[in-house]
């Protein structure tokens, strides 16, 4: 088991900031991919970014290209979202998930964290 823990997420204006984070315990952190989801009221979880075990691959919704980083710390079990030039369709709870591998599709997640709600106002 992989527990996993997001913090990080608030209220901000759209063009603002906020740095997500997930804290990974359990198994060893650094034998997993790790994605960001976010789920929007009444609709499906949606990928938002990946990162390999070793940082090389980073996928991105075309969404938030350009805007959003995704990196992770090994040394600390945690990975980080970097979001940036925030806009109110980025509203939703974000989730954090582990994997073996990079993949964009939240059914092949193993592990999930319980979210953080991200609040973009216009």
């Known amino acids: 088991q992989v527990q996993l823990v997001e913090s990080g997420g608030g209220l901000v204006q759209t063009g603002g900031s906020l740095r997500l984070s997930c804290a990974a315990s359990?198994?060893?952190?650094?034998?997993?991919?790790m994605g960001w989801f976010r789920q929007a009221p009444g609709k499906e979880r949606d990928f938002v970014a990946a990162?390999?075990?070793?940082?090389?691959?980073?996928p991105y919704a075309d969404s938030v290209k350009g805007r959003f980083t995704i990196f992770r710390d090994n040394a600390k079990n945690t990975v980080y979202l970097q979001m940036n030039n925030l806009k109110p369709e980025d509203t939703g709870v974000y989730y954090c998930?582990?994997?073996?591998?990079?993949?964009?599709?939240?059914?092949?997640?193993?592990?999930w964290g319980q979210g953080t709600q991200v609040t973009v106002s216009s």
């Open positions: 359990g198994r060893t952190f650094s034998n997993y991919a």
């Open positions: 998930a582990a994997n073996t591998i990079v993949v964009d599709k939240a059914s092949e997640y193993d592990f």
């Open positions: 990162i390999s075990v070793m940082g090389w691959i980073t």
